[in-house]
């Protein structure tokens, strides 16, 4: 049984820094893709960023390239998104996800992925 725990969220003042965690258990991390997404009050959820199963080459939104990191810890079944410079508009609640055979033209699609945690709240206030 897959779960994912997200973690980290909480109130920042904008141009600081946040990291978020994920952790996971029922999954071994070379064979899924660990993803974030992200959806604001109002908003669809978007993709943030992705690790992929099998190279562990990363993607990232257009909105937080240059500004957030992911990194995966094979040993420790997490995943982090490390987030810095924030704005305003990173204010979301931050979905940790993942999925197992997922092409790569595909990891950006949140319909790829089965498995996702509960949600960890960001505010970033100005």
């Known amino acids: 049984q897959v779960q994912l725990v997200e973690s980290g969220g909480g109130l920042v003042q904008a141009g600081g820094s946040l990291a978020l965690s994920c952790a996971a258990s029922g999954v071994t991390f070379t064979r899924y893709a660990m993803a974030w997404f992200r959806q604001a009050p109002g908003k669809e959820r978007e993709f943030v960023a992705v690790?992929?199963?099998?190279?562990?080459?990363?993607l990232y939104g257009a909105s937080v390239k240059g500004r957030f990191t992911i990194s995966k810890n094979n040993a420790k079944n997490t995943v982090t998104l490390q987030m810095n410079d924030l704005k305003d508009e990173d204010t979301a609640v931050y979905y940790c996800?993942?999925?197992?055979?997922?092409?790569?033209?595909?990891?950006?699609?949140?319909?790829?992925?089965?498995?996702w945690g509960q949600g960890t709240q960001v505010t970033v206030s100005s």
């Open positions: 996800a993942a999925a197992a055979g997922v092409i790569q033209s595909q990891l950006r699609s949140q319909s790829q992925y089965p498995y």
């Open positions: 690790t992929s199963q099998r190279t562990g080459s990363t």
